[in-house]
C-alpha cells in the first residue's frame, strides 16, 4: 500500500528516519554498502532540513562551538584566514563570501527539499485520487492507461465538482502518515525489534527490522481503510466531514462499531496479509533501489572531484541532488512494480463499505462499488478473468502524470539552484 508513500503502501509508509542510516532503516539512505573509505567522508544533513549542515568533499564535521575551518579561495589569496592566526582586527573579504556562500547553501537546501515534499505530498495528491478510483471500478470500459485520458478526465471532474473533487482525503493521508510513524516508534521503544539497520547487518536482525514494519502496517491498517475511502468517495455524496473523521472511522473498523457497511465487508483478519505483503515489498524494493541509485551517484560524483572537471557549481548540486534523485527512482519503481498488486489491496479494503465514486468513464454521475470478493485470491482470479491483464493496471496513466510532474520540479528546482549559484559565485 503505498501517499506520495512512504516505503510502504499509500500513507502507510515510513518515509522519515536519519539519512545516515545504514540498510533499510531510513527512507533517505545515504550510505552505501560499499566500506569505501572515501565514500564515508560524505557527510548529508537530516532530512527534516536538507542540506542545511551539508558538508563538501573532504570536510569533517566541526565540534559544536568551534570556528568554521578556513577554506582558501581559488586563486591568490584576497585576505587573512578568518578566525586564525592571522586575523587582524576584522574578517577578510574572502570570510565574508564564504559566510554568503553558506547562508545560500543552506537555503537553497533546505528549498530544495521543501518543493520535493511539497510536490509529493500535495501537488500529486490529485493522481493519487484519479489512479484509486480507476483501480477501484470494476465497471470501467476505460483503464486510463495513458497520461493523455487520466488529465481529460481529472479536466471532467474539476469542472463538474470543483477542485475540491481531486483534493479530497488529502489531511486524511497525512494522518495515516504520522498514526505509521508513531506506532512504529512505540513498538520499536517497548519491544526488541529494531528500527533501523546496523551496518554489520544480519539475516535475523534484518528479519526483526521487516517484522517491526510488519506490525506497524497491521497497527495502521484501519485508518488506512478509512483514508482510501475519503480519497475514492465522491464529492458529490459527501457531507463534509472532518478532518479527523480518519481516526474516528478507522478505530470504528478496528472494534467493528459505528461503520455502516454491508454483509460484504472483508474482516481486517482477512486483509492483514495483503496489507502487509504490499507494505513489505514496497519497502524492501524501495530500500534497496534507493541504495543503489546512491551508490552509483556518489561513485560518480566522487570521481569527477578527483579528476577536478567539476565545476563549484556541479559540486554543490552533487551534494544535495543524489537523495532526492534517488528517492524519486526509488518510489517509481516501487509502484510500478507492486501496481497491481496495489489494485487488488484497494478493491479488498473498499469491499462492503458502501462507497460511492464516480464514474472514470464519463467524468460525472457515480457508481456504487458492490463487489463480492472472498478473499485475495479470488480478487485476483475474478480480475484476471472479466477484465484481463490490464484490469490491473486500471489508472496507471495517473502514475506516469505524477511522476512526470514530480521530475518537473525537481529539474526547474536543480535550475534555479544553479542560477543562483551562479549568480553568487
Not at 493523455?148 to 477542485?163: A, D, H
Request: aromatic share 8%.
Amino acid at each position: 500500500m503505498h501517499p506520495r508513500r512512504p516505503d510502504g503502501f499509500d500513507g502507510l509508509g515510513y518515509r522519515g528516519g536519519a539519512r545516515d542510516e545504514p540498510g533499510f532503516g531510513g527512507a533517505f539512505p545515504a550510505r552505501s554498502f560499499s566500506s569505501a573509505s572515501d565514500l564515508s567522508r560524505w557527510v548529508t544533513s537530516p532530512p527534516d532540513i536538507p542540506g542545511s549542515r551539508n558538508l563538501h568533499w573532504a570536510e569533517e564535521s566541526p565540534p559544536r562551538g568551534a570556528p568554521a575551518p578556513c577554506t582558501p579561495p581559488e586563486g591568490p589569496a584576497e585576505g587573512p584566514c578568518p578566525g586564525g592566526a592571522g586575523r587582524s582586527g576584522g574578517e577578510g573579504l574572502g570570510g565574508v563570501q564564504g559566510r554568503a556562500s553558506q547562508q545560500l547553501n543552506r537555503f537553497a537546501g533546505f528549498g530544495i527539499g521543501l518543493a520535493s515534499l511539497f510536490t509529493e505530498n500535495v501537488l500529486a495528491h490529485p493522481c493519487i485520487v484519479l489512479r484509486r478510483q480507476c483501480q477501484v471500478n470494476y465497471h470501467a470500459r476505460h483503464y486510463h492507461l495513458t497520461p493523455f485520458t487520466v488529465i481529460n478526465i481529472m479536466y471532467s471532474f474539476n469542472k463538474t465538482q470543483g477542485p475540491r473533487a481531486l483534493w479530497k482525503g488529502m489531511g486524511s493521508t497525512f494522518i495515516v502518515q504520522g498514526i505509521t510513524l508513531g506506532a512504529e516508534g512505540i513498538i520499536s521503544e517497548f519491544t526488541p525489534l529494531p528500527r533501523e539497520i546496523s551496518h554489520k547487518w544480519n539475516p535475523k536482525q534484518i528479519g526483526e527490522h521487516l517484522l517491526l514494519k510488519s506490525l506497524t502496517y497491521i497497527v495502521a491498517m484501519p485508518f488506512y481503510s478509512a483514508s482510501l475511502i475519503e480519497t475514492v468517495q465522491s464529492e458529490i455524496i459527501r457531507d463534509g466531514a472532518g478532518i479527523l473523521e480518519c481516526v474516528k472511522e478507522g478505530i470504528g473498523r478496528a472494534i467493528g462499531l459505528g461503520v455502516p457497511h454491508s454483509k460484504r465487508l472483508l474482516p481486517l483478519l482477512s486483509l492483514v496479509f495483503p496489507t502487509v505483503l504490499h507494505g513489505v515489498l514496497h519497502y524492501v524494493i524501495s530500500s534497496v533501489v534507493q541504495k543503489v541509485v546512491l551508490l552509483i551517484l556518489k561513485r560518480k560524483a566522487y570521481d569527477s572531484h578527483l579528476a577536478e572537471s567539476a565545476s563549484p557549481v556541479q559540486s554543490m548540486l552533487d551534494a544535495y541532488f543524489p537523495e532526492l534523485i534517488a528517492n524519486f527512482v526509488a518510489s517509481l519503481c516501487s509502484d510500478v512494480t507492486l501496481y497491481p498488486l496495489e489494485t487488488v489491496l484497494h478493491r479488498l479494503h473498499v469491499q462492503g463499505t458502501r462507497t460511492i465514486i464516480d464514474n472514470t468513464d464519463l467524468g460525472y454521475e457515480v457508481l456504487p462499488i458492490n463487489t463480492q470478493y472472498e478473499g485475495m485470491r479470488d480478487c485476483v482470479s475474478t480480475i484476471r478473468q472479466e477484465e484481463g491483464a490490464l484490469g490491473f493496471y486500471k489508472g496507471f496513466g495517473a502514475v506516469v502524470v505524477q511522476y512526470t510532474l514530480h521530475a518537473a520540479v525537481l529539474q526547474i528546482t536543480k535550475i534555479i539552484y544553479s542560477t543562483l549559484l551562479q549568480n553568487s559565485a
